[in-house]
């Protein structure tokens, strides 16, 4: 099977540079990566931007002066073309040795190619002058069959959904983050709009009804055509019923043996389908926080759709402080929250790179009352730890003092 890589390359036109001029956060990250050895991959849910990123990448290359034609784009959304006929169609048209000259090969949604991870293998331990960058929307090449995986050679990347500061950016409204007490009333109007519009593509679509059947189409895509091509599955309404319901309770805590008797199926059937949703990067989990972290992935867990648009696309109604939580949820890394016999919660428990352990509530208030601090005290105060971190509604940051403890009030429009 031939396949015209002319199409896919459009930067082997003369002067040619891809139209995507503004730059997500996570890209000056990603750059440096693009110049060592492992395989670079973008994971992430559909229409989050990936290809976008690896068109940005390429402009960085030609930016850098590499020969067009020492980059090679190809999607396997149309075509599951196997990577030796791949490299056979990229020698004969656009005549490079790829055995001897260095080349970048950038495979997009490369997980609807069958046994990619062993055909990648392959051409990355022969050729050291092969930089590969891969995308896709799902992780599961990382977990499924690891003898065959490409585990120890990749460098991976998660893209997220929009963060509130570059939805203004991609608005032209940066300037609201620059002075925002003077445009408080601006930012709260802009949040709300943006809270159904995280992805780049709906902050176009004026009508909420679109926004709706945007993301709901994407949700269906996810649970109805790429989960059922990568794995075996009985009944996909199953998994979409799992996603209504984590919609309609954004960080509900799901017992297993209790969803499966609503759903009539079995528990180990339900514990299955989560982790599909979660590979897919639908839904997002946080385990209950312990010091033994084993006890914590043993106990119940909190579940977010990895998006407020997909909530709000899935239901009529959500109450505003349930929707910015799932916002932080979809933006935060942190993998805990904390929720104890006497029902004392903290939204989420972050460990960063040096170990440390810190508490985060998400308050949609743009005033907080010393009564609201009660539970993230009270973990503290357990955990003996000394800083903790309130996100919430206003515009200025501020420090509560309690001891040897300080709670930092941030906003939501600086979090990161």
């Known amino acids: 099977m031939n396949s015209n890589l002319a199409k896919y390359n459009r930067h082997w036109e003369r002067d040619f540079v891809y ?11 990603i750059v440096p990566y693009l110049y060592k050895k492992n395989i670079l991959e973008l994971s992430g849910l559909r229409r989050v931007g990936k290809s976008t990123l690896m068109y940005q990448m390429i402009n960085e290359l030609l930016y850098k002066k590499i020969d067009p034609y020492h980059i090679l784009y190809f999607t396997f959304d149309e075509s599951q073309l196997p990577i030796e006929e791949l490299f056979h169609s990229y020698f004969v048209q656009a005549r490079i040795d790829y055995k001897r000259e260095p080349v970048y090969i950038f495979l997009d949604e ?20 092969i930089k590969f960058i891969i995308s896709g929307s799902t992780s ?16 991976s990347f998660v893209i997220l959904p929009l963060f509130f500061d570059e939805y203004l950016m991609f608005c032209g409204k940066e300037e609201f983050l620059k002075k925002p007490k003077l445009y408080e009333k601006d930012l709260e109007q802009e949040f709300g709009i943006f809270l159904n519009s995280q992805f780049i593509e709906s902050i176009s679509m004026k009508n909420t009804f ?21 794995v075996s599955f009985d009944n996909p309404s199953i998994l979409f019923r799992m996603a209504e319901y984590i919609a309609q309770k954004p960080g509900c805590i799901i017992n297993n043996l209790h969803f499966a008797q609503e759903l009539q199926i079995s528990n180990k059937t339900v514990a299955l389908y989560l982790s599909y949703l979660e590979e897919a990067h639908l839904i997002k989990k946080f385990y209950n926080f312990s010091r033994n ?14 998006s407020p648009s997909f909530s709000l696309s899935l239901v009529d109604f959500l ?41 985060i509530e998400a308050k949609y208030s743009s005033a907080i009352k010393t009564k609201e601090l009660n539970n993230i005290c009270l973990f503290m105060n357990k955990f003996a730890i000394t800083k903790g971190i309130v996100l919430y509604g206003g515009v200025e940051r501020k420090t509560i003092k309690q001891g040897d403890k300080k709670i930092v009030l941030t906003p939501y429009t600086s979090y990161e």
């Open 19 to 29: 139209p995507y001029p503004i730059k997500r956060k996570i890209f000056s990250s």
């Open 110 to 129: 490369i997980q609807k190619l069958k046994n990619f991870q062993n055909q990648i293998k392959v051409y990355y331990d022969l050729y050291p002058n």
């Open 140 to 155: 599961f090449f990382i977990r499924k069959k690891p003898q065959e995986s490409l585990a120890g050679r990749v460098i």
């Open 210 to 230: 679109e926004k709706k059947e945007y993301f709901s189409s994407i949700i269906k895509k996810i649970i109805y055509e790429d989960l059922p091509s990568i």
């Open 293 to 306: 972290l084993i006890t914590s992935e043993k106990r119940f867990k909190r579940y977010y759709l990895a």
């Open 319 to 359: 109450d505003s402080g349930v929707v910015f939580e799932n916002y932080i949820a979809s933006i935060i890394h942190a993998n805990y929250f904390y929720r104890d016999v006497y029902q004392h919660e903290v939204d989420f428990i972050q460990i960063d790179n040096n170990k440390n352990i810190i508490p």
